[in-house]
Nanobody, 123 residues
Framework: QVQLAESGGGLVQAGGSLRLSCAASGRTFSNYAMGWFRQAPGKEREFVASISRSGANTYYADSVKGRFTISRDNVKNTVYLQMNSLKPEDTADYYC????????????????WGQGTQVTVSS
């Protein structure tokens, strides 16, 4: 089992920045690819970003490319999502997830999920 706990969400004005953190516990963190997903009210969950086990490979949704950066610290067992130039359409609950794959994009590849942290971007 891997337990995941997100933090760092909040209310921010458009154009602002937030950094989300996801602390992992349980099994060896570096054995898992990590991803961030989000779900806006009334919409389906969507992929935001993912990072490989070593951190060497990263992938982003087109909607966040150039604005968001995913990173991980395998010593601190934590994955981060730095979000810059935030837009109102980034408003959603953000979830981190862990996959036993080397790297994964599809949500179905992820076995463990956090409880989520809310991000609200005002215009």
């Amino acid at each position: 089992q891997v337990q995941l706990a997100e933090s760092g969400g909040g209310l921010v004005q458009a154009g602002g920045s937030l950094r989300l953190s996801c602390a992992a516990s349980g099994r060896t963190f570096s054995n898992y690819a990590m991803g961030w997903f989000r779900q806006a009210p009334g919409k389906e969950r969507e992929f935001v970003a993912s990072i490989s086990r070593s951190g060497a490979n990263t992938y982003y949704a087109d909607s966040v490319k150039g604005r968001f950066t995913i990173s991980r610290d395998n010593v601190k067992n934590t994955v981060y999502l730095q979000m810059n130039s935030l837009k109102p359409e980034d408003t959603a609950d953000y979830y981190c997830a862990a996959s036993p794959e080397y790297v994964a994009v599809a949500g179905k590849k992820y076995d463990y999920w956090g409880q989520g942290t809310q991000v609200t971007v005002s215009s």
